[in-house]
């Protein structure tokens, strides 16, 4: 999603990714899985993209850094797919800016480089959770990326333990195909978007004790998850478990946590990769869900001061989906 409003970024790290386009050729879900996409398509797609207006210009990305990972034992996104990212991206960003970090035996997760759950583990999904998350590669995967993004950072640091729950329903942008056009009604339409658009109800955040009453001083990293079940102790644990939040604490970053619902066709709790039969516009700046991140951003003063707390003793559990009839604020 970097890559549709690089514009607005200094920097990427893709873990466990596939290129863009390789969501609209055929067999994709081989392709964006296994690899072998076809490279020449999925640059010719994004000029496409690009030509349209649907996102920033490609050549932003030329000095932008990006580091891609990818473990030797994901089963689940091979390494091939990886390579054709970088493959890709060659087109785009200059060399010196393009950084890969393949040579770990991570599973399908993120690298960290402390804690009990061996580099590998979880290979199969049938792994103690917190190992499905991430696995002790002596590779400090946050860390490389910041540092590649931002350049010299402070040590990680202790957090507080406390992360914020935004209404991230709120930011969800409204089209005028959502207009019922015979009762002139948006209440059950808008209701449809929100399970079209496939996000998630809450979002969560980690602002550090530096940044708290000037977040408008503060650096602002967003952290797109990978797919994941749809329960609030999930989604706490991956926030609490990459080290972001340590580097933030440090730094005065912010860490924003938006969270995809997902759906039959993408997977459960995974954004929208490869479905235009519910948004034709999901790989580009127009798209539901990276509207909703990009109003979210836009706001964050106000989401963050209107955000509940969640604290560690509060006792984890799956927050329903509102009843249709509790409409959110919805944003253009």
């Known amino acids: 999603m970097a890559g549709i409003s690089v514009a607005s970024v200094e920097g990427a790290g893709i873990a466990a990714g596939s290129p863009y386009g390789c969501g609209v050729q055929p067999d994709q879900e081989d392709r964006c899985y296994y ?27 030329k000095q932008t850094p990006v580091l891609l990972f990818n473990g030797k034992k994901d089963n689940e996104v091979y390494k091939r797919t990886m390579v054709d990212t970088f493959h890709q991206l060659q087109y785009f960003v200059d060399a010196k800016f393009l950084h890969t970090a393949f040579e770990t035996d991570a599973a399908h997760v993120w690298s ?36 590649k993004i931002y350049g010299p950072l402070r ?20 089209r005028d195909s ?5 009762t002139g009604s948006t209440q059950t339409d808008t209701a449809q978007a929100r399970n079209r658009h496939g996000m998630w109800h809450w979002a969560l955040a980690y602002v550090p004790r530096g940044c708290v009453g000037k977040v408008h001083e503060c650096r602002v990293h967003v952290n797109y998850h990978g797919c994941i079940r749809k329960t609030l102790q999930r989604r706490r644990l991956w926030a609490s478990s990459i080290d972001l939040n340590e580097y933030g604490e440090a730094n ?42 990009m109003n979210m951003l836009s706001d964050l003063e106000n989401a963050l001061a209107e955000a509940d707390l969640l604290y560690p003793e509060e006792p984890a559990r799956h927050f ?3 009843d249709a009839s509790h409409v959110p604020t919805i944003m253009a």
Request: aromatic share 8%.
């Open 35 to 61: 690899g072998h996409v076809d490279i020449p398509a999925s640059v010719g797609h994004a000029y496409r993209r690009q030509a349209q207006g649907h996102i920033d210009s490609l050549s932003n990305l």
């Open 112 to 147: 960290v480089d402390h804690g009990n759950c061996d580099c590998g583990a979880c290979s199969d999904f049938m792994d103690k959770p917190i190992c499905c998350d991430v696995n002790n590669c002596v590779y400090d995967l946050s860390g490389d990326m910041l540092r």
């Open 155 to 174: 040590e990680r640091a202790q957090v507080h333990p406390v992360l914020r729950r935004i209404n991230q329903w709120k930011y969800v942008p409204r």
């Open 178 to 182: 959502d207009v019922n056009t015979t």
């Open 252 to 293: 005065n970053i912010v860490m924003l946590y938006p969270q995809a619902a997902g759906s039959d066709e993408v997977g459960i709790g995974c954004w929208n990769w490869g479905d235009d039969s519910v948004d034709p516009q999901f790989d580009t700046r127009l798209s539901y869900q990276l509207r909703t991140v």
């Open 320 to 322: 329903a989906e509102p």
